[in-house]
């Protein structure tokens, strides 16, 4: 089945301490990204790769870092979480960039730091 | 993709009355205008996009409809349903645009379905 895979679910974490979340997509797409989601901010582009080795910000990417050793797989870093992190994750994948191709998105991060 | 205006915030209709939730974007070359759909507790997913070649699309009870003299585009829903009820997103983009990777939403339209 084409999807797009995030772990975990759900994450509890506390101030400080390094945290990863994966994100795997099995359709060979060439673009990937993540977005956080607040309530009444709608979703906001964390960071975006176009393809392996060549990623970008997005319009809030501080306190995030990501990498794109692979095609399949990007990776969202938090190397020193904050209350102010806490938030619903979202990865995506399209199979050119999103203004040609429409975005498919994993089930989501629910990622507490406190 | 390129800043858009979505409007009403909050919609709420009776069971089987029309739905519209509209866009507005600033680039007059923009495009290529995809909607999603995101169910409470689930993930976005594309339900419609239309592209600037045409002025409108249907997919069932879904429509939407492009006036690219005037920037905006509409989600039209009929016949509305429960399970109609939703956050809805749009967005625009430059389907020329070698930079494409940034995406930007609209702020999200929660529609409520009243049965």
């Known amino acids: 089945e084409a999807q797009v895979t995030q772990n975990p679910r759900y994450l509890i974490t506390v101030t400080g301490k390094k945290l990863t979340v994966t994100c795997s997509q099995n359709?060979?797409?060439?673009?990937m990204s993540w977005y956080r989601q607040d309530p009444g901010l709608g979703l906001r582009q964390i960071y975006y790769?176009?393809?392996?080795?060549?990623?970008d910000k997005g319009d809030v990417p501080e306190g995030y870092k990501v990498s794109r050793k692979e095609k399949r797989n990007f990776p969202l870093i938090l190397e020193s979480p904050s209350p102010n992190q806490t938030s619903l994750y979202f990865c995506?994948?399209?199979?050119?960039?999103?203004?040609?191709?429409?975005?498919?998105f994993g089930n989501g991060t629910r990622l507490t730091v406190t | 993709g390129e800043n858009v205006e979505q409007h009403p915030s909050t919609l709420s209709v009776q069971e089987g009355d029309s739905a519209v939730i509209k866009c507005t974007y600033s680039?007059?070359?923009?495009?290529?205008f995809p909607w999603y759909k995101q169910e409470l507790g689930k993930r976005p997913q594309l339900i419609i996009d239309?592209?600037?070649?045409?002025g409108e699309k249907k997919d069932q009870r879904i429509a939407v409809t492009l006036n690219k003299t005037a920037k905006h585009f509409s989600l039209h829903i009929t016949e509305t349903q429960p399970e109609d009820s939703a956050v809805y997103f749009c967005?625009?983009?430059?389907?020329?645009?070698?930079?494409?990777?940034?995406?930007?939403f609209g702020d999200g339209t929660t529609l409520t379905v009243k049965p």
């Open positions: 995506a994948s399209s199979l050119l960039a999103p203004n040609n191709s429409p975005l498919h």
């Open positions: 359709m060979n797409h060439e673009y």
């Open positions: 790769s176009m393809n392996v080795e060549v990623t």
């Open positions: 680039d007059s070359a923009s495009n290529y």
């Open positions: 239309i592209r600037s070649n045409v």
């Open positions: 967005a625009a983009y430059l389907t020329s645009d070698t930079n494409a990777g940034k995406s930007t």
